[in-house]
């Protein structure tokens, strides 16, 4: 089984392009033409910046905050592969983990922030005992799409 969540990141691109582009026009239209009147619906032009400068904000840093992640894994083959880089406005390095699936020692799921923030750890058996590696955020993939890494995980895991 393979799968990505590239469309959850290309869909939060497209919000933040389409804020950025809307709060362009606002300012536009009202610092530099001055064709919005006001006070509109009783705000004044400084108050409807700081709110709609507020929205733009959130929008652009909430994959951030919840370390939003474009995640591909396979499970195909002798290995599974998890290739992951966070999504926000600044990407980050390009992540890559390979796991031979004999040498697959197990995972653990973590959550923080009210379960809006989800992680995975991953652990792979080595000569000397058992290597961690570090957090996959998983925050970005659909319910569907955690069920679906949950069981081919489990398949693979030891038997305790």
Do not use: C, H
Request: net charge positive; charged share 15%; hydrophobic share 50%.
């Amino acid at each position: 089984m393979t799968f990505d969540n590239s469309k959850t990141i290309i869909g939060v691109r497209i919000k933040l392009f389409i804020a950025t582009v809307l709060l362009l026009a606002y300012i536009a239209l009202t610092y530099a033409a001055k064709l919005i009147k006001f006070p509109l619906l009783g705000l004044s032009d400084t108050a409807w910046t700081v709110i709609l400068v507020a929205i733009w904000l959130i929008i652009a840093f909430w994959p951030m905050i919840l370390n939003y992640q474009f995640v591909f894994f396979s499970d195909e083959g002798e290995k599974l592969v998890f290739r992951y880089f966070i999504a926000g406005i600044v990407s980050g390095k390009k992540n890559s983990v390979e796991i031979n699936k004999r040498t697959f020692a197990g995972y653990k799921i973590e959550s923080r922030f009210f379960g809006l923030i989800k992680s995975i750890i991953l652990f792979q058996k080595m000569g000397q005992g058992v290597a961690t590696y570090p957090p996959v955020y998983i925050s970005a993939l659909t319910r569907e799409q955690q069920s679906k890494l949950f069981a081919s995980l489990k398949t693979y895991a030891p038997k305790a």
